[in-house]
């Protein structure tokens, strides 16, 4: 199929366009709009116009692309649009100009087998490069430049002995239960046979990326640019954020391929908290190649029907000009910035996600530190952190699941629980023992509602009496001597002061320990409001706004 202007399918406006409306895959493979994947494009091309007195990215017939995990192919369809048109001086001809951007510009990595068809009739306009119907002549090979190769996990740490059949119908002893030594996964739940796709992908499954890239692409390859829009997590067995991230790992192997410059759209979750990411996150923060996270705290602003929980962000990456990175804040449709900032504070070791938070934080730390803003750490004396109050996530040992009796006996205790009240006896309980003789404040361990603002942040606290305990639900604050000083505590917690400091260490639902160390103790011998914790911390009326903007009142009733 020769090209022709009229005929150049993938690299004119189409209406309407199907990569708009495709239908996510599953909750790990989300598909990028063209309008974002073009917003980032977008901020690729400025920054490299920084980089390079001025010069067009897409006028460049030597720059090389990857998407190393592309899925319905928008980024390579988008990108050989725009060289299409930035290269037309060079190649007047099309079909000349449509051959060189395919064969040796632009590359993709499918995630599955599916993924790859889609991406490669996004681009080449047939499932198979060189199919009759594709626009491209010159590729000899069915998957063009868009590879993929089935890749299975490599499994370790198995102890399990179980007895199977080979392929063959031979009885063999396998070893079983154990996990990927690339990605973690539970053998148990992706040992799936050939019959279902392995979740294994390529590029976080080898010792040696840039052995593997040149293997597969037939030459060692230096990419210029890379970027998409990577798998977010696997299921590990648990429940909701129990899924173990992956975005991390293709990260961190995109980077070690060093191209110029790295962009990619994963979850914010990473700004704060988030399970195995405390080592990404310290790289991410510490070095100064970060130069622009754009952030969205309700993913659904990007991906419509989707939720990812404390939303997405992209980011650029650039390798040779570090400095300081431009960060903006997508709020309730409103764009906060972008404002010039470190990533890291000093003594912080998570990222203040709101540009308009970091100076009500300063003034907080200033304050209880007893030092100038100027000079302040970005974290409370060990004797004025809130969390030093708050407990563990199963405070007495008991899980979500547990019930109790129904009635109380001698020398039982009260259990708060998930759904009501339930009894056990006080010989049973194995951890948490010092607070279930006195007073102290039980609050859920997970928020309620969506990721758009204002947000609850925290629900609803109350009370606990001695002899009370409460299951993996709450988590308990104490101990206090009085019901007084705990209904002081729990005006506290439901100032928009108090929560609004802790959401700036929240990545997800939970509400646990770690989320209140931002949020500095009081005298509670008095009850709290917000008019005076203001006052206390010199807050401005902008900053007042801007903190009320994100917290929704709370008031004594349930909401």
């Not at 406006?13 to 199907?18: E, F, G, K």
């Not at 390798?319 to 997508?330: A, E, K």
């Not at 056990?424 to 102290?440: C, F, N, Q, T, Y």
Request: aromatic content about 10%; some cysteine; overall charge negative.
């Amino acid at each position: 199929m020769l090209m022709t202007n009229q005929s150049a399918f993938a690299l004119s406006s189409r209406n309407p366009d199907i990569l708009t409306s495709i239908a996510n895959l599953s909750n790990d493979e989300v598909f990028t709009p063209p309008a974002f994947a073009n917003q980032m494009l977008d901020t690729v091309a400025e920054a490299w116009a920084q980089a390079n007195d001025g010069a067009n990215l897409w006028a460049d017939s030597t720059i090389t692309f990857l998407d190393p995990f592309t899925k319905s192919g928008v980024f390579l369809r988008e990108i050989t649009r725009r060289l299409s048109d930035g290269l037309e001086n060079e190649f007047p001809d099309i079909q000349r100009r449509i051959d060189h951007i395919l064969l040796k510009q632009v590359f993709g990595v499918a995630i599955t087998e599916l993924t790859s068809l889609l991406a490669r009739r996004s681009v080449y306009c047939s499932k198979w490069a060189n199919g009759k119907h594709s626009i491209a002549t010159e590729f000899t090979t069915q998957a063009g430049n868009i590879w993929f190769e089935r890749t299975e996990h490599s499994w370790v740490g198995g102890k399990e002995r179980v007895t199977t059949f080979d392929e063959s119908g031979n009885e063999v002893e396998i070893v079983f239960g154990g996990r990927c030594k690339f990605c973690g996964a539970k053998q148990r739940q992706y040992e799936r046979g050939a019959a279902a796709e392995s979740h294994a992908y390529s590029l976080i499954h080898t010792d040696d990326l840039k052995a593997w890239v040149a293997n597969t692409f037939g030459e060692p390859m230096q990419f210029d640019v890379i970027l998409g829009n990577p798998p977010y997590q696997l299921n590990d067995g648990g429940y909701g954020t129990s899924a173990g991230p992956i975005y991390n790992k293709f990260v961190e192997q995109a980077m070690s391929l060093e191209p110029r410059f790295l962009s990619m759209v994963i979850p914010s979750r990473w700004f704060t908290g988030g399970k195995g990411l405390d080592d990404f996150r310290k790289a991410m923060l510490s070095g100064e190649h970060l130069r622009v996270i754009e952030d969205y705290p309700d993913s659904s602003q990007i991906f419509p029907g989707v939720q990812i929980k404390n939303g997405v962000c992209f980011f650029l990456w650039d390798r040779d000009n570090p400095g300081s990175c431009m960060v903006t804040n997508h709020l309730n449709g409103a764009k906060h910035g972008p404002v010039a900032r470190n990533l890291l504070e000093k003594d912080a070791d998570v990222f203040l996600r709101y540009n308009s938070a970091v100076s009500v934080v300063r003034k907080v730390m200033a304050i209880e530190n007893g030092l100038p803003e100027s000079e302040t750490p970005f974290s409370l004396p060990p004797t004025q952190r809130f969390s030093a109050l708050v407990s563990s996530r199963r405070p007495f040992g008991l899980d979500t699941t547990f019930k109790g009796a129904t009635t109380r006996g001698p020398d039982e205790l009260k259990v708060y629980r998930n759904g009501g009240i339930g009894y056990m006896h006080a010989s049973e309980i194995r951890a948490g023992e010092d607070l279930i003789p006195v007073w102290k404040v039980f609050i859920p361990r997970a928020s309620s509602g969506s990721d758009s603002f204002p947000h609850p942040i925290l629900g609803i606290a109350f009370a606990g009496e001695p002899e009370s305990i409460c299951s993996e639900t709450y988590i308990a604050i104490g101990p206090f001597p009085t019901e007084v000083i705990c209904e002081n505590v729990i005006s506290y917690l439901r100032t928009r002061f108090a929560r609004f400091m802790a959401l700036q260490n929240k990545s997800s639902q939970d509400a646990t320990k770690a989320i209140y160390n931002f949020v500095p103790l009081q005298d509670f011998n008095q009850p709290w409001s917000d008019k005076e914790l203001y006052a206390k911390y010199n807050l401005t009326e902008r900053e007042i706004a801007f903190l009320e903007s994100m917290i929704r009142p709370m008031g004594l009733a349930s909401e």
